[in-house]
Nanobody, 121 residues
Framework: QVQLVESGGGLVQPGGSLRLSCAAS????????MAWYRQAPGKQRELVAN???????NYADSVKGRFTLSRDNAKNTVYLQMNSLKPEDTAVYYC???????????????WGQGTQVTVSS
């Protein structure tokens, strides 16, 4: 079984930066699309950014120009660099992989456990 493990969350002041990481563990042939979602208290989970296996990215309008999503396929890891953070960015951030290919088959729609990001003075 493959697992997604997130790290890098925490408390930061408005205007500050954080970098989230999401690493896939296990015997992996290929990870296809990956994404970060977030869920604030009382709100629905929303897409923050996604990246294809070839590196094409897409961002929510609310984070364009502030967040950068990248991936290191050799490390089976994606990174979300978050700059100019605002209080409204406060949420639990979840990593998602739409498909992970392994020697014995594929797993679909995998989620990490989530990491808390709090932006507050």
């Amino acid at each position: 079984q493959v697992q997604l493990v997130e790290s890098g969350g925490g408390l930061v002041q408005p205007g500050g930066s954080l970098r989230l990481s999401c690493a896939a563990s296990g015997t992996i042939f290929k990870i296809y699309g990956m994404a970060w979602y977030r869920q604030a208290p009382g709100k629905q989970r929303e897409l923050v950014a996604n990246i294809t296996s070839s590196g094409t990215t897409n961002y929510a309008d609310s984070v364009k120009g502030r967040f950068t999503l990248s991936r290191d396929n050799a490390k089976n890891t994606v990174y979300l660099q978050m700059n100019s953070l605002k209080p409204e960015d406060t949420a639990v951030y979840y990593c998602n992989a739409d498909r992970i290919a392994m020697p014995w088959g594929s797993q679909y729609d995998l989620w990490g456990q989530g990491t808390q990001v709090t932006v507050s003075s």
